[in-house]
């Protein structure tokens, strides 16, 4: 199966002989080595899952500004309920499927939604978007399809058959957030690093996919955030936005 297979190849890249695969990679892919927090790896997943340079993702400042959660490619949709014809015409973005919990997208209907699909290039570590107060992780299983723009402008639904983790964030600015990792082909796992109950500080890491391609999806209740200008007129328009974790990508409806 696709998720034996991905446990498999996951356990490959754990092992020392894999190590050797870095140097090539960066050198293929024109990673920018000057922003590891360490240079040296002992595995090809120890290089995945790097740690960066702080000063190199600076968080965007404000208490009302929510800050990017990790470095990907972003697409916002401001009102969940007009989403239908976003991908495909008259499809419809089930949300009591993909959070498991019919009373908690009852409670979100009409939600924010924005997506960031993260590459193997990527840094592979995800964070918190503001202030707030993170309860624990609720992991669904499910199998581990791929989530290219391809395959995501086919079916969103995809979103909601994948393993996927979800946590609730309680904000002051930003009302109740849902906090959904999405598992993708070759994740063998999705880590949480924080400490559930305990308020966390915009920028704090939440945790880190191993390797892979993977995605996140942050919910947000109707009328609590308005997202950058430059995201919806790229999304509305069928583009992916890249950037990197800590710039800004909305802000609060006060």
Not at 107 to 128: K, N, Q, V, W
Not at 197 to 221: A, P
């Amino acid at each position: 199966s696709v998720s034996w297979m991905s446990r498999w190849y996951g356990f490959l890249q754990t092992r020392p002989a894999s190590a050797r695969k870095v140097a090539p990679f960066i050198a293929a892919y024109g990673i920018d080595a000057s922003e590891f927090a360490s240079s040296s790896f002992a595995s090809f997943n120890d290089f995945f899952i790097r740690k960066l340079k702080k000063e190199r993702r600076p968080i965007a400042q404000g208490e009302d500004v929510a800050a990017l959660p990790a470095d990907g490619r972003y697409l916002v949709f401001p009102d969940l309920q007009q989403t239908s014809g976003f991908y495909v015409k008259g499809q419809q973005f089930d949300l009591p499927a993909f959070l498991q919990d019919s009373a908690v997208a009852r409670r979100i209907e009409g939600s924010d939604m924005i997506i960031a699909r993260l590459c193997p290039t990527d840094y592979h570590r995800f964070h918190f978007p503001c202030k707030g107060v993170p309860c624990s992780a609720r992991e669904i299983n499910g199998p581990l399809f791929s989530v290219n723009p391809i395959a995501l402008r086919k079916k969103l639904g995809i979103l909601a058959e994948n393993k996927r983790m979800i946590t609730e964030i309680e904000t002051e600015r930003f009302g109740t957030i849902l906090y959904v990792e999405v598992g993708a082909t070759f994740v063998g796992s999705i880590h949480q690093t924080y400490t559930p109950n305990i308020q966390v500080e915009k920028g704090e890491e939440k945790g880190y996919f191993s390797f892979g391609g993977s995605c996140l999806v942050l919910l947000f209740e109707a009328r609590r955030i308005v997202f950058d200008a430059d995201l919806i007129a790229n999304s509305e328009n069928g583009f992916e936005t890249r950037a990197l974790f800590g710039g800004s990508f909305g802000r609060a409806l006060l």
